[in-house]
């Protein structure tokens, strides 16, 4: 009788301590802020902050930095808060509300309520003297000039509207072609904006309704990111080749070329300025492009292997690199003042900083490069406030979401610390562990460990595999919303008692050119689905998990590899959950239209189908779970309901949600808690209690 009770006091305790301590929902009501930006004209930030669905744009003032909250968005709607600004004099916050600026067709509306009348896209105008909103207009992609002037994009030309609400939004001026970005004057009395007009894109120059437009340094090529020196006189801009090239080979990689050039505003003449590298690492990759005073440029390039920051002398020509060293860098911005540069990057004195993000700065008079931020803890998108100075970015560590921090010297403080609610479980959390393995063909691929002690001696393990692909999970809280979802989703099945591997496959950022653009990735050989594969098998050789165990999910990207293990590997990933993945590349390449064919045109045709899930369906045997909104503007819904005729045709069973009227990012937070807890479930379901 002494052994029973004891067998039975074993049990209780060995499940009292592995008991679920926390919810999904409870999880994911996780605090997550965007869009920080700091005033042009005092010591003022303000940034939009999703909770729970309900999106609103909050604001701080030095030295006190007190957070208010302006708006009073209070329902968990699906309407995203995007473009955050202030008004050059510093009166005004101006954002877009609606849309989805993270997709395609980001300007049409999304209506994740599936209400009779559909939402609209706005730009609102809040006066933060008065705390009202002066202006409230159909529209999106809008720019700002001195003193209350802003234009908008609309059907592909400028509109004007002024903050004040006086007078009624009207069409700027008529131009043939697509207008795709506008940028006013440092003294707002002329715009510059950019036009394609098809197999070449052109730089003008807009004054008044009388002056005819300029065109400065037109050529039969496309140039952009048109940037005003900070005395008004030059405009400095990117130019790539216009037109159609040679039916060059479709499998073999080569270099994108691009040049900095700059025009003198009165006579719109123009002078090249640099020329990248004609290298792979060489090609044009958009990043951080802009003067820090009329005599210098500043600019990203991917030339040394890492993503980098570079100087660009005007009169001389000559570059220096600001940022050396095996990281990248992302989230650049400028001072008021153009003095300093600040950004986020994977690196610090602990190896595991690969795998998180800290923030530097780079005087841009001494050329010196600092290191703000270090620890434990994932720093993202840094601004600098004020002249002094102070810094504001966002914070996280493995277990509390993002805040706004605010640096200054050496105290850092974290903003609306208060703000999380009382049953989010930031002391039940885990910190995941850096892991790395290596691919069959020799790679190193690195990972992150979810893991909650105690529990069976043999646990289930669960492989996820992020979207983009360009991507990196980091040791903590992800700097996007899409990934912190993801990131709260691998924490509640740790608390439940899996051990997940997320992996950071090829394709993804974050451990340089090499591996970010990769020979004979996605369709063109699906080269990264190696990293997933070992991903599987090592978390299956860890003496804590059980080998027949392993499961398997991912969204977008992370869909399209999940479905590919799954097709191709059943016997290593049981069971797996695909998340409006892409499932049929066959269309990838066009048929030509007329006579010249690339000579590796059948052959990349058939390399593209046997990327694809759909190749392999005779082997897959997994149960799954097909998961998919109706307006994703990333991955059409077609992707998933074309598979699933496949399977009902072959007589495969599975088990499948759909969600009307959202999109790829679960713009309604109780989709995004319903698509995890489904997932999780079906995980829970195949591999604990089968």
Same mark, same amino acid.
């Given at each position: ?81 995007? &473009?955050?600004? %202030? +008004? #050059? =004099? *510093?009166?005004? @916050?101006? $954002? ?84 795709? &970005?506008?940028? %006013? +004057? #440092? =003294? *707002?009395?002329? @715009?510059? $904006? ?88 060489? +090609? ?6 802009? $003067? ?399």
């Amino acid at each position: 009788m002494k052994q029973l009770l004891l067998f039975f006091l074993f049990l209780f305790v060995s499940h009292s301590i592995f008991s679920q301590s926390f919810t999904m929902e409870q999880v994911g009501k996780f605090s997550f802020p965007s869009e920080l930006v700091s005033s042009p004209t005092e010591e003022a930030i303000a940034w939009a902050m999703n909770e729970e669905g309900k999106r609103n744009v909050y604001w701080a003032k030095g030295p006190d930095f007190i957070p208010e909250k302006l708006t009073g968005f209070n329902e968990d709607d699906g309407q995203e808060i995007s &473009s955050l600004q %202030f +008004s #050059p =004099d *510093g009166e005004y @916050l101006v $954002f877009v509300r609606g849309g989805d600026h993270g997709g395609g067709n980001a300007s049409s509306t999304v209506n994740a309520q599936n209400l009779p009348k559909l939402p609209k896209v706005e730009i609102y105008a809040f006066n933060i003297l008065s705390r009202m909103f002066d202006q409230e207009i159909e529209g999106d992609n809008f720019s700002l000039g001195t003193p209350n002037l802003m234009v908008f994009l609309k059907g592909g030309q400028i509109w004007s509207a002024d903050l004040l609400g006086m007078t009624a939004p009207a069409q700027l001026f008529q131009i043939k072609g697509t207008v795709n &970005s506008a940028v %006013f +004057s #440092p =003294d *707002g009395n002329s @715009l510059a $904006f950019t036009v394609n007009r098809g197999g070449h894109q052109l730089l003008g120059i807009y004054r008044d309704e009388n002056t005819p437009i300029q065109f400065l340094e037109a050529s039969f090529h496309r140039d952009s990111n048109p940037k005003w020196s900070p005395d008004g006189t030059k405009i400095a801009f990117i130019r790539n080749r216009g037109g159609e090239g040679a039916a060059f080979p479709l499998l073999e990689p080569r270099h994108i070329p691009w040049e900095i050039w700059i025009a003198d505003v009165a006579s719109g003449e123009g002078k090249k300025l640099w020329k990248a590298p004609e290298t792979l690492r060489g +090609s044009f990759s958009p990043g951080f492009f802009d $003067f820090s005073g009329n005599s210098e440029l500043v600019f990203q390039s991917y030339e040394d292997g890492w993503q980098h920051l570079y100087s660009l002398d005007i009169p001389s020509g000559k570059t220096q690199i600001l940022t050396p060293g095996n990281f990248m860098v992302e989230q650049v911005k400028i001072s008021s003042d153009r003095k300093k540069l600040v950004f986020s990057a994977n690196s610090g004195p602990d190896k595991k900083d690969l795998d998180r993000r800290h923030i530097g700065a780079v005087d841009l008079t001494s050329k010196k490069l600092t290191w703000e931020t270090s620890g434990s803890g994932i720093e993202a998108y840094p601004v600098a406030i004020g002249t002094k100075g102070t810094l504001a970015f966002f914070s996280a560590t493995p277990q509390r979401s993002h805040l706004v921090a605010i640096k200054d010297g050496t105290s850092t403080r974290l903003l609306q610390e208060n703000s999380l609610p009382a049953d989010f479980p930031v002391s039940k959390l885990v910190t995941p562990k850096q892991v790395k393995f290596t691919a069959p063909d020799g790679t190193t691929v690195y990972g992150q460990l979810f893991e909650k002690d105690g529990g069976l001696a043999k646990k289930p393990g669960i492989v996820f595999v992020h979207g983009g692909p360009q991507r990196q999970m980091l040791l903590g809280w992800s700097y996007m919303d899409y990934y912190s979802n993801a990131y709260a989703l691998n924490q509640y099945l740790a608390e439940l008692g899996f051990v997940v591997l997320s992996v950071n496959y090829r394709l993804g950022i974050g451990y340089g050119y090499e591996f970010h653009r990769p020979a004979n990735g996605y369709y063109q050989g699906a080269v990264e689905y190696q990293d997933i594969e070992a991903g599987g098998e090592f978390l299956a050789a860890l003496p804590q998990v059980n080998p027949e165990k392993i499961g398997i999910y991912g969204g977008s990207y992370g869909g399209y590899l999940t479905a590919l293990a799954l097709a191709r590997d059943s016997k290593l990933f049981k069971v797996g959950v695909d998340i409006h993945g892409v499932h049929d590349l066959d269309s990838r390449y066009e048929l030509p239209d007329g006579y010249e064919v690339a000579p590796d045109y059948e052959k990349a045709k058939e390399i593209a189908w046997k990327s694809s899930p759909m190749a392999d369906l005779g082997t897959w045997t997994s149960p799954v779970l097909f998961i998919h909104s109706d307006d994703d503007r990333n991955v059409n819904v077609s992707q998933t309901t074309d598979l699933i005729r496949r399977f009902e045709e072959m007589n495969k069973s599975y088990e499948s949600i759909f969600i009307p009227g959202d999109t790829h990012h679960w713009m309604k937070w109780s989709n995004m808690v319903r698509v995890h807890q489904a997932t999780a479930d079906f995980l829970k379901k195949h591999l604990m209690e089968n």
